[in-house]
C-alpha cells in the first residue's frame, strides 16, 4: 500500500524545469519500489521513472536524459527533477509503488498537473 501527496507542478515553457515531490505515508517506505506515472488527457497512465527499493533506477525512454528520480528514505520523500520540458510532458503526474495499485484505487494521489507551452 501507498498514500502519497504529489506537488510542485505548474506552468512552464518549454525548455524550462520543474522539480515534482511526493510524501509517501508508508510503514515501511524503504521497502518499496516507487515510481512517477503521468496521464495526460485522453491517453492511458503510462511509467516515468521508477526507483527501486535498493537503488535501480529505470527511466521511460521518452524521458531519459531530462528526468531525474530521487528518494529521500529518512523523509520518505520521492522527487522527480524534470530539465528541457516538451509540450508532450504535459500531463498529470501521480507517484506511487510499482507495480501500481489499479487506477480505480483510492490509493493513489490527487496527482500533480504539469502543463509544458510551446
Known amino acids: 500500500q501507498v498514500q502519497v501527496v504529489e506537488s510542485g507542478g505548474g506552468l512552464v515553457q518549454a525548455g524550462g524545469s520543474l522539480t515534482l515531490s511526493c510524501r509517501a505515508s508508508?510503514?515501511?517506505?524503504?521497502?518499496?519500489?516507487v515510481a512517477w506515472y503521468r496521464q495526460a488527457p485522453g491517453k492511458r497512465r503510462e511509467l516515468v521513472a521508477s526507483f527501486y527499493a535498493r537503488g535501480v533506477i529505470v527511466y521511460d525512454d521518452s524521458v531519459k536524459g531530462r528526468f531525474t528520480i530521487s528518494r529521500d528514505n529518512a523523509k520518505n520523500m520521492v522527487y522527480l527533477q524534470m530539465n528541457s520540458l516538451k509540450p508532450e510532458d504535459t500531463a498529470i503526474y501521480y507517484c506511487n509503488s510499482l507495480p501500481p495499485p489499479p487506477e480505480e484505487s483510492d490509493e493513489w494521489g490527487q496527482g500533480t498537473q504539469v502543463t509544458v507551452s510551446s
Open positions: 508508508l510503514t515501511y517506505f524503504s521497502d518499496e519500489n
